[in-house]
């Protein structure tokens, strides 16, 4: 088959880019190896920012981010036995949307599909071409090769990329930093414990307080990136996470789900070669404190569309051209907020009581100072996006 975009991943950033793209007019094919049920029920992020919600609303009806979702006008940072509310439209003007990643690819999937979208699941890519023309080379979920010929190719496949060898030359190719930490993330049917997330350092270490519905609560606590997540019973687990938030109780339920997060900070070394290009976590990941991961992505992808539109419509090379710098601008500093909240709330193995004290030092310089918080809800909210 043939198209002009071929996009690799129906995640929020392949999705985006597609309905972007067919905003003016140009027509592409997203494939996806996962099942649509995976794609669909597979609990992720959970904060967008302004910008992403407003790119969502171009979705028109189908985007149910201000009706499903609920607006968060704050965080708290927890530290030393006290909450301090980070105040973002006070601060920024601005606010974040809680509303999961599952549930946003839920609308995006919908909007693509009723939009005549050609969108494929089941189709496992075997590899890129970027020669004569641009081919992407899969077989369908029935074993049939499935050959697309396109002007472009998207790499928007997550972490562990197809797309990135053809761009970087191996699959790593990239700059990266690992953490000696995990999350133990769980999902618990309870009541919110809280108005706003609850961001903790404690003496015990690291725990975030977030939500996904009325009736369902997010919590991750910090752990080793060995641990194993049916080790521990549903007692141990609650007073892991009540001893790090003190000063507050958590209203405990059920624990349905239980994970652990092994994280790290990557950048690719290139983000395009030719007529290849890779976005979201194809091309970075960030450590999740500060939320950045998906709404990155949704930047890549604002971008991306802008400079395939002046090629693919103007022939026009200077914004592709461009892309790659354009984007690591936001994608360093995206990086550089995730690394400090996380450093920031976190406990190392190596920490000594100086790196202790340090921290309580940090968190007191933002909590206290208007500049200090300012520049955490401008990060958290986002920086402006360029117009899509
Ligand atoms: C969630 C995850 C995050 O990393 C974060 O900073 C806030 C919320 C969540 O899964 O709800």
Known sequence: VRTRVAIVGAGPAGLLLSHLLAQSGIDSIV??????????????AGILEQGTV????????????????????????????HGHRIDFPGLVGRSVWLYPQHEALKDLIAARLAGGQDLRFGVTVERVEDNDIPRVIA????????????????????????VRPAVTGTSQGGYFREYPFAWFGILTEAPASAEELIYSNSPDGFALISQRSPTVQRMYFQCDPDADPNALSEEE???????????????????????????RSFVAHELRKGRIAIVGDAAHTVPPTGAKGMNLAVADVVLLNRALQALLLENDERLID???DAA????????????????????TPEATEFDHRRQLGELRSVVESEAGSTFLAEAYTGWPLPAA
């Open 31 to 44: 494939v996806d190896q996962r099942t649509r049920e995976q794609i669909e029920s597979t609990i992720r």
């Open 54 to 81: 407003e790119l969502l609303d171009t979705l028109g009806d189908f985007s149910r981010a201000r009706t499903v979702g609920t607006r968060h006008n704050g965080i708290e940072l927890r530290f030393a036995g």
């Open 139 to 162: 077989k369908e979920a029935d074993g049939q090769e499935l050959i697309i010929e396109a002007d472009f190719i998207v790499g928007a496949d997550g972490s562990r990329s197809v």
């Open 322 to 324: 461009g892309f790659a």
């Open 237 to 263: 687990i609650w007073g892991m996470l009540q001893a790090r938030v003190p000063g507050t109780t958590l209203t405990e339920g059920p624990i349905f789900q239980r994970d652990v997060l092994r994280f």
């Open 328 to 347: 690591l601008h936001r994608i360093w500093k995206a990086q550089h907020f995730s690394w400090w909240m996380t450093s920031m709330l976190h406990s």
